[in-house]
């Protein structure tokens, strides 16, 4: 069970092929991931990429949505189609026996995907229904209301989902050019897992890649975090406050430090129970049943968050504690007790997070699309053991810029 990168050149493109081989099942993954198409490709209307994404899970046009599924269901085929916020990906999952098959759907999904009025009118009106449900989802809408802050005036504010007005503007005419734009050969990475030959593979998808139009490939762009410190009510009947903060957080993806960043952020308040905002909010002050700080670092954006619902009356407590901890946390550092307890969890689950075949293939994709070489997570973890206090207790000092936190607050009052 080996990651290899192998490349495939089709037509004057290098297409990277990540291969994560396993036999332990007759089961095969395959995505097809295409860069800098998610959500942050939303530069017209927000959602559209999901909202494209839905079309993709229609079916083909020939066959439509319901006869497509069951021609998938009775091989028991899976493919669909999803987005991040920096990439669109069509996966196929299928036994090792039904592969060719598998490949057959597939690429009739690239070539005629349903692009049909009906099909556009069924992804609004789910969408718009999945839209009025969220209105109600407080912690949904702090998250937006909190991303809106960090990133006001720019494509990463924008709900991925996107709101009521952007997917009632959306029409047959922007998916069609939103698929032309981002399916395309230039901007794409496959992943592949499982109990299969990569270069029998090769030969098969080589002709579907052939097929797709060239496109052209553009790299992601890094979105600032907003320095200003800002603060956004919103009102509605709740029963809790719901407290959503932020803050830029300097640091790349294949930053050297970036280990002792994530070490630092799992004593903050990554790790639960234990965690500085777990053990100061809930055990001590019983503000909140439970409160979190994540390390948020992709190509396109590097900070923190976090959140925690706390008692009506006690919001403004529940906020000034968070600021303390983090004040606290930037200017003293942490304990000896505190790094060793970290070590023990992060090496101790890493079995964990590898145990499936699609946890590796996801690790290793990871690797290569951060632009590190593969093997990148356990030379990480190989820091981590080796990280001392003084180290890590420098490198947090020397991150104030996590002070300059904003928050989004969804309160009755």
Do not use: W
């Not at 080996?2 to 050149?9: C, I, K, M, Q, R």
């Amino acid at each position: 069970m080996a990651a290899t990168v192998e490349e495939l050149n089709i037509k004057d493109i290098n297409v990277p092929i990540v291969f994560e081989e396993d036999k332990r099942l007759p089961l095969v993954t395959m995505q097809f991931i295409f860069q800098n198409s998610g959500s942050i490709a939303d530069t017209t209307k927000a959602g559209l990429a999901k909202f494209s994404a839905k079309i993709m899970n229609e079916g083909t046009k020939e066959l439509g949505s319901s006869a497509f599924a069951e021609k998938l269901e009775s091989r028991a085929i899976h493919i669909s189609a999803s987005t991040g916020k920096e990439t669109f990906v069509i996966e196929l999952g299928c036994l090792k026996e039904e592969l060719d098959e598998g490949l057959k759907y597939f690429e009739l999904l690239l070539k005629d995907p349903n692009l049909t009025q009906e099909a556009v009118k069924k992804v609004k009106t789910t969408t718009l229904g999945n839209l009025a449900r969220k209105e109600n989802d407080f912690d949904y809408v702090a998250s937006n209301e909190l991303k809106a802050l960090l990133f006001e005036g720019s494509v990463l504010a924008n709900p991925s989902s996107g709101t009521v007005e952007s997917v009632k503007s959306i029409d047959l005419n922007d998916v069609q050019d939103f698929l032309d734009k981002n399916l395309v050969r230039s901007k794409l990475i496959v992943a592949v897992g499982g109990d299969v030959d990569i270069k029998e593979l090769k030969d098969k998808i080589s002709k579907i890649i052939a097929s797709m139009p060239k496109g052209e490939a553009s790299s992601v762009k890094k979105y600032e975090v907003s320095k200003e410190v800002k603060e956004k009510i919103v009102k509605k009947e709740t029963q809790q406050a719901y407290i959503y903060f932020g803050s830029p957080y300097d640091i790349s993806v294949n930053s050297e430090d970036y280990y002792k960043a994530r070490v630092a952020t799992f004593i903050l308040g990554a790790g639960g129970f234990g965690s500085r905002l777990m053990e100061e909010i809930r055990v001590k002050k019983g503000l909140a049943y439970s409160a979190y700080a994540r390390l948020q670092v992709s190509k396109s954006s590097s900070y923190m968050s976090g959140y925690l619902q706390t008692k009506l009356e006690s919001l403004e407590d529940a906020k000034a504690t968070v600021k303390k901890i983090v004040a606290d946390f930037v200017k003293e550092g942490v304990t000896e007790e505190e790094l060793e307890q970290t070590k023990k969890f992060l090496l101790g689950s890493e079995p964990l997070r590898v145990e499936t075949m699609s946890q590796r293939l996801h690790r290793t994709f990871m690797e290569f699309y951060n632009g590190q070489e593969l093997g990148n997570s356990l030379k990480e973890l190989e820091k981590i053991e080796k990280l001392k206090l003084d180290d890590l207790n420098e490198f947090i000092k020397s991150h104030k810029e996590i002070l300059d936190m904003s928050f989004a607050i969804v309160t009755k009052r």
